[in-house]
């Protein structure tokens, strides 16, 4: 009868540390989702990052296995596009992206996708890099997609927009749509 009740205590206690990892792990996440509010008088806004602030650092290997860090930027501007496998706009920007790499040599182009997302596409175009990434998505506070970011050598965000169509990269990038001139 002793061994029975040590082990049923044993067994009980197990069962409560699982519980307790198991509440820690949800009140984490809670926290990580209220931390993407912030509160302005009586009303709750999402969090978002706005043009002229830093942008987050990251570093995350590309398609190639190579480590990309946003802090090297050589002098360049940076083009961050956020995609999503089941956006339509998203694939025609990625059709126009090598294009998009000609016309703006300097520039580097990197796309994210979620870590389940398909980034095969344009696996071999020189110089656009293909990350995946849930936590750089989540540090950029990105909702929509296409999301594009421009930034510019010091790592502050020129511009910052749900994009529409190639146009308006073309836009944000040059100032100008290329094919009107």
């Given at each position: 009868?002793?061994?029975?009740l040590?082990?049923s205590?044993a067994?009980?206690?197990?069962?409560?540390?699982i519980?307790?990892?198991?509440?820690?792990?949800?009140?984490?996440?809670?926290?990580?989702f209220?931390?993407?509010?912030?509160?302005?008088?009586?009303?709750?806004?999402?969090?978002?990052?706005?043009?002229?602030e830093?942008a987050p650092?990251?570093?995350?290997?590309?398609?190639?296995?190579n480590?990309?860090?946003?802090?090297?930027?050589?002098g360049?501007?940076?083009?961050?596009?956020?995609?999503?496998?089941?956006?339509?706009v998203?694939?025609d920007l990625?059709?126009?992206?090598?294009a998009?790499?000609?016309?703006?040599a300097?520039?580097?182009?990197?796309?994210?996708?979620?870590?389940?997302?398909?980034?095969?596409h344009?696996?071999?175009?020189?110089?656009?890099?293909?990350?995946?990434?849930?936590?750089?998505?989540?540090?950029y506070f990105?909702?929509k997609?296409?999301?594009?970011?421009?930034?510019?050598?010091?790592g502050?965000?020129?511009?910052?927009?749900?994009?529409?169509?190639?146009?308006?990269?073309e836009q944000?990038?040059f100032?100008?749509?290329?094919?009107?001139?």
């Open positions: 009868m002793d061994s029975f040590y082990i205590n067994i009980l206690w197990v069962f409560m540390i519980q307790l990892a198991i509440l820690v792990t949800f009140a984490k996440l809670v926290a990580k209220l931390n993407r509010f912030h509160l302005s008088g009586r009303q709750a806004a999402m969090l978002s990052l706005q043009t002229g830093k650092l990251f570093r995350e290997k590309d398609q190639n296995n480590m990309i860090k946003l802090s090297d930027y050589d360049n501007k940076t083009l961050l596009i956020f995609k999503s496998d089941s956006c339509p998203c694939k990625l059709d126009q992206l090598p998009l790499k000609e016309a703006a300097s520039t580097r182009i990197i796309v994210v996708a979620a870590e389940g997302d398909n980034v095969t344009q696996d071999s175009a020189n110089g656009i890099h293909f990350v995946r990434s849930n936590e750089v998505i989540s540090n990105i909702t997609f296409p999301t594009v970011l421009v930034i510019n050598e010091y502050t965000i020129l511009n910052i927009e749900s994009v529409g169509h190639y146009e308006q990269v944000m990038l100032g100008r749509t290329r094919h009107a001139s």
